[in-house]
């Protein structure tokens, strides 16, 4: 890899938020370059995971690109969930280019990287208590205010794919299923 | 699809009961032609779903021609769940001859058929608390009636299949696994 | 099985022809009921099988009525290959009511049957050189004569459903690929 | 199978331990040849379930050379999960030689391979409260004494392996994360 | 889409190479932004796909950059093949951003995009006959110039990730294999 | 791994045979212990793989016994094929013991391997000409001598489980199929 650091960070990004974008601007402080992979890739539609990847990864190039992040110095992959971890870090290399060091605080892929001898660190800190997917989730759902909380660019997309309406349809109470 | 309208309703039915049967009748006063669609097709063997999907199509069939209904206006087909929602609408649309309109009281049902511009209806009422498959189901293991809860038909099947056997024995208590 | 003899035929049907209908009619003079499996459900859209399982249940509910077989007589059920041979067994049990004689004339089916102790037998004969899937196919991609060769109601599905337009296009040469 | 009696038993054995041992050795008297199926092997590296399946085929063929028991008697094979009950029996019948008595006492395990016409059997019995692969892994977890729970040629491929780093570090709450 | 033209292209790029690259400027020529897809990502090693996905994301993302493309305007996502031509177009929208145009000079990928009633068109024209991937591979063991064919950037990755090393290995006569 | 080699040989063994038994017993004089593979476990019932994983282990076994083997010094694993090669060499980790030295004269597996930091080197010589699968296989068929050209345990086995029955039965000529 030449000498150059590139690093790996993993989100599942439902949706992506102010606290992702200072941990994402923050450790491109640290590397060359950096892979952002998109988690959970196949899931969506549900109230925990209501993005598609596609609408993540839209919102994560329209937040780099406002931010004047050199485009040389990112990749946004979409990372399918394997339910086997044993070949979870074999997955994640065939997609990535390849990468030195991992960004996570997550113990199993913090683990699972250090089994395969990859450098592992702490992503730098941001407060996780205000910003979280979850509590934007809540508030989308609750009409309150949770459009501070995302990058611009972000609210225009999720009015544009009618986000608010698909995520408040997903909390009905089911009735009359057969 | 030359002017017919040709309705989607899906169901586990585990197994079928008189609930099911009302509103399958129901719903076709509604349309010309209904799929029914025998949903979790793959998931057998467990409390919650007890009949393979060979074994549910054999009792949906059984009540649908006791009730003379004529052959032409009904399909039933085995669902698979496929644990990607944003992939099952496509693979129900496989699955099944052409349709225009989808009955389903299951928000998540509902709006993958709604961002799949799907006509989205809500199937007709039935009494929920007193018919549904979860007490259909407990009532099997404690030797209670099930049997007026359910068509005549499908009585005949569970006993053929030795059904009974089969929940009961997957409430024993588990010992002395290894 | 309550002393009925309940029958199971497997095709791909693509489509269906005049010759799966004398064998269907055939088998069904020597059996209580018959499970007409949809081979390869999962396959469509190429020039070998350019159906889905759903336009082929179509195809063959619309024969069985038009021909006015009771209904109680018959399930056509989609089966899913599956590259996993010692288990194709037991998702076709899995997948359709219980079963007691199979009608193959194809040697992997029969072997993999014998060797779980069902009884097996030959589908009753029909004429394979005028009556095959590929020389309908052939015909539809050529304009010549395809109709005399499927039921009535199979020729108005296909043009319901632009099938000879989605054969001929998939028998273009590709060019320009990136 | 020439009037030998073959016999099956599954365990997930995360690790394994002297109750698994006091069960294997006890069912070695009862059959010629005993079948030991690692279950759930494609799960690792979790807190329920640390140790990959190659991991515990080492520890169980250790422990079985070990107490000189003849190789002629036994079968280590991996068994993944499979999410569809209805072909599990099919699944274990292409991994293993051919069996004619299958020993478990977990309900759904008895109850397939009644199904399928299997010789079930309940286990030998053993302590279960002071020995289960959960009371192990907590005392991994809590340096508390876990190594007179094993054999103790399983102490040493854990310690070979950094074992006890492993579901330690797995143990860690969650900081930081994107 | 805010009255905005996103295209979508896919190719295999094994490798990118200056037919690529022009169908790519061209195609930005005509669209607001682009979807880059990477086929058969889930394929490498083999003689004809001897490139992960990821070393082709990186390859395209060299090219783009060097080319001072505005990285508003591109999208690089890998596409694994599904098996199932019948859902392939939902798991291409679940990865994507939403599009409006597809390039695609592939009678399947225009068929089934025209099914689901997207706008296909032909991509761009280049001379096929001297820029193949076919031909580049071919080169690269035979150890010809296929260096002037691709971006300059991409013979510099093929280096780094030791490329030529790789594929020469693949076309050696197996012998001696157990 | 405490300083001993283990090494690890795939073949699929379809049956195993004398040349493969020089292999194995060659390769154990290198190394103190020997993980045996066995390769393509989910496929069966085909001319080219006429036996299950079960099957050829209780072959391999047999014979490692007959042999006086020490038990301590293999392991037989069955290996599932997967269809993407980037994660091959993880799966095969995860189903196996620790190895250091892998076996092979198959490019692909070499360079799976090498790319993943393990020794590779070519095993033993054997006379492929007289000794093959596919000669076995054509004189089973042909009702010639292949007895000589297996171990006698592997006679004793393919006998038991109708083998030469099996192998026929699939080289029949399909007709009347539907």
Redesign the interface.
Known sequence: ??NITRGL???RMQPIHK??CQ??LKTLEEVDELIIGVGS??????LKDPF????R??MI??F??ENNVD??RY????MEDK?????W???V??????FNVV??????V???F??NNYTVK?????S?ETLSGREIRRRMINDEDWQSLVPKSTVEIIE??DGIS?IR??????????
Chains 1, 2, 3, 4, 5, 6 share one sequence.
């Open positions: 890899m030449n960070i993993i989100g606290g992702h941990v994402i890739a196949q899931i969506s539609h549900t598609t990847a596609g609408e990864i839209l190039k329209k780099l690109v485009p040389l990749y946004i992959i979409p339910d086997i971890n044993a070949i870090v074999a997955h290399n065939m997609m990535t280019p390849p960004y996570s605080g997550n113990p199993l913090q683990r699972l250090i089994e702490a992503p730098p800190l941001y996780r544009e794919i698909r349809h997903l909390t009905k109470k089911e009735k009359n299923e057969i």
